[in-house]
């Protein structure tokens, strides 16, 4: 295991950096400033050792880390997304909390590779005291010479800076929180043009999940082709799993990727009460929900997942026991997206009303015949046709719980009331 979430371990008392130092801690910064390993040597490790962004898309680093221009000539700018507000996810903040110099020393390192100058930590403003402990812990990175414009003699210089989000869940989107950064309102950006080429302040950006820059100080210590055995061919490493719901120990558990969810779930003290495994939502709220069935046949990576028919998403891991009722389920989180849509797109501002009051409608026992198709075609005309994907993950939701639970929404409708009479 990295050891990138130590709360198990170390508990609230192991944060400071003379802790961090104490388990390797800036060695791969140190060794790549005195060996003068090249940018383009960090960034093909990083290729190598098949690091895929851990915020959610999954996108390859060290490919991400390449489309940064190498010969322009001005600002270049990366930022750090700890913007956690994915309903199920909570792995971010407690690497915030307990580890946080591996994060600036992974922010570090990706500045080099990327001949970044500057960087902020867009941190979600609601986990104030993760953002205090991140700005003393850039204090005591700056009293040691690991920040500032000749960083340890070598000539090196970055500037690190923390950014307090307000809680909105659309500055999780990657232009959104730039826009948020520049102190606009938080709101997706058209692209092309993509961060790479035009970002913060109109410079070329490059952005990754807290997660992802938390893996890189390990990546370069003990090499890509390591780090990617840790796991399985295209899912390299290990990931933080935020696992909730129906289980007898919730938390954040590292695994490495292409773990069974079977052994996931036993980690996590199994079924609480000895309930039934009814569903499960293996990434986020808002990738699509399995049933209890399939999950228990499903490795926790990437193509794993989405051959089952979702997707790893955020890692959060969502568990549901027999007693839920998925339509009372399905009605919270549409509720969710209606209330965080920014407004921006016409398919998402009007269409995750439409999907929250039909739910709301159905669940309230006041269904009708024609809902289930309504919810569907309203989902296909949000689906991929607004500026961020917000409006995808109001959709998938929706189509998932009905192609899996359709009986339960069909009793709703027919019976108007609960076929499992429990709740979510």
Same mark, same amino acid.
């Given at each position: 295991?990295? $050891?990138?979430?130590?709360?198990?371990?170390? $508990?609230?008392?192991?944060?400071?950096?003379?802790?961090?130092?104490? %388990?390797?801690?800036?060695?791969?910064?140190?060794?790549?400033?005195?060996?003068?390993?090249?940018?383009?040597?960090?960034?093909?490790?990083?290729?190598?050792?098949?690091?895929?962004? %851990?915020?959610?898309?999954?996108?390859?680093?060290?490919?991400?880390? *390449?489309? &940064?221009?190498?010969?322009? *000539?001005?600002?270049?700018?990366?930022?750090?997304?700890?913007?956690?507000?994915?309903?199920?996810?909570? =792995?971010?903040?407690?690497?915030?909390?307990?580890?946080?110099?591996? +994060?600036?020393? $992974?922010?570090?390192?990706?500045?080099?590779?990327?001949?970044?100058? +500057?960087?902020?930590?867009?941190?979600?403003?609601?986990?104030?005291?993760?953002?205090?402990?991140?700005?003393?812990?850039?204090?005591?990175?700056?009293?040691? @010479?690991?920040?500032?414009?000749?960083?340890?003699?070598? /000539?090196?210089?970055?500037?690190?800076?923390?950014?307090?989000?307000?809680?909105?869940?659309?500055?999780?989107?990657?232009?959104?929180?730039?826009?948020?950064?520049?102190?606009?309102?938080?709101?997706?950006?058209?692209?092309?043009?993509?961060?790479?080429?035009?970002?913060?302040? @109109?410079?070329?950006?490059?952005?990754?999940?807290?997660?992802?820059?938390?893996?890189?100080?390990?990546?370069?210590?003990?090499?890509?082709?390591?780090?990617?055995? !840790?796991?399985?061919?295209?899912?390299? /490493?290990? =990931? +933080?799993?935020?696992?909730?719901?129906?289980? *007898?120990?919730?938390?954040?558990?590292?695994?490495?990727?292409?773990?069974?969810?079977?052994?996931?779930?036993?980690?996590?003290?199994?079924?609480?009460?000895?309930?039934?495994?009814?569903?499960?939502?293996?990434?986020?709220?808002?990738?699509?929900? !399995?049933? $209890?069935?399939?999950?228990? #046949?499903?490795? &926790?990576?990437?193509?794993?997942?989405?051959?089952?028919?979702?997707?790893?998403?955020?890692?959060?891991?969502?568990?549901?026991?027999?007693?839920?009722? &998925?339509? %009372?389920?399905?009605?919270?989180?549409?509720?969710?997206?209606?209330?965080?849509?920014?407004?921006?797109?016409?398919?998402? %501002? #009007?269409?995750?009303?439409?999907?929250?009051?039909?739910?709301?409608?159905?669940? *309230?026992?006041?269904?009708?015949?024609?809902?289930?198709?309504?919810?569907?075609?309203?989902?296909?005309?949000?689906?991929?046709?607004?500026?961020?994907?917000?409006?995808?993950?109001?959709?998938?939701?929706?189509?998932?719980?009905?192609?899996?639970?359709?009986?339960?929404?069909?009793?709703?409708?027919?019976?108007?009331?609960?076929?499992? /009479?429990?709740?979510?």
């Amino acid at each position: 295991m990295t $050891g990138i979430v130590l709360a198990g371990l170390d $508990g609230d008392r192991a944060w400071r950096l003379a802790d961090y130092r104490r %388990r390797e801690g800036y060695k791969a910064l140190t060794q790549i400033l005195s060996e003068k390993i090249t940018p383009d040597q960090v960034i093909a490790e990083l290729k190598l050792s098949g690091l895929r962004g %851990r915020g959610g898309a999954g996108f390859p680093t060290g490919l991400k880390w *390449s489309f &940064m221009p190498k010969d322009y *000539s001005g600002d270049k700018y990366l930022v750090c997304n700890s913007d956690e507000g994915e309903p199920g996810t909570f =792995k971010d903040r407690d690497i915030l909390r307990y580890n946080p110099h591996a +994060v600036i020393e $992974g922010m570090i390192i990706a500045a080099y590779a990327m001949g970044a100058r +500057v960087g902020y930590n867009y941190i979600h403003g609601e986990i104030w005291s993760a953002y205090e402990r991140f700005e003393e812990a850039l204090e005591e990175a700056r009293a040691a @010479g690991l920040l500032g414009d000749d960083i340890l003699g070598s /000539g090196f210089g970055f500037q690190l800076h923390a950014h307090h989000g307000y809680g909105a869940y659309i500055c999780g989107e990657e232009t959104a929180l730039l826009e948020s950064i520049e102190g606009k309102k938080g709101q997706p950006r058209f692209k092309p043009p993509f961060p790479a080429s035009y970002g913060l302040f @109109g410079k070329p950006t490059t952005i990754n999940n807290t997660e992802t820059f938390a893996s890189v100080p390990y990546i370069i210590r003990h090499g890509g082709q390591h780090f990617l055995e !840790l796991g399985k061919p295209n899912n390299g /490493g290990t =990931k +933080v799993f935020s696992v909730s719901g129906h289980v *007898s120990r919730p938390g954040n558990y590292e695994i490495p990727l292409g773990t069974p969810f079977k052994k996931l779930l036993e980690m996590a003290g199994g079924m609480r009460d000895g309930r039934k495994l009814k569903a499960c939502i293996p990434g986020g709220s808002s990738m699509p929900v !399995l049933p $209890g069935e399939v999950m228990m #046949e499903t490795d &926790m990576d990437y193509d794993s997942l989405a051959k089952a028919g979702s997707a790893l998403g955020s890692g959060a891991v969502i568990i549901m026991n027999d007693t839920v009722c &998925m339509v %009372r389920a399905l009605r919270r989180l549409s509720y969710f997206y209606y209330e965080e849509s920014c407004g921006q797109c016409t398919p998402c %501002r #009007e269409g995750t009303g439409w999907l929250y009051r039909v739910v709301h409608r159905i669940e *309230s026992g006041q269904g009708r015949p024609e809902d289930l198709d309504l919810l569907l075609s309203v989902s296909d005309n949000i689906q991929g046709r607004t500026i961020c994907a917000l409006g995808d993950a109001a959709a998938l939701p929706v189509k998932s719980f009905i192609k899996h639970f359709r009986d339960e929404f069909q009793y709703h409708i027919d019976h108007r009331k609960c076929l499992v /009479g429990g709740g979510a």
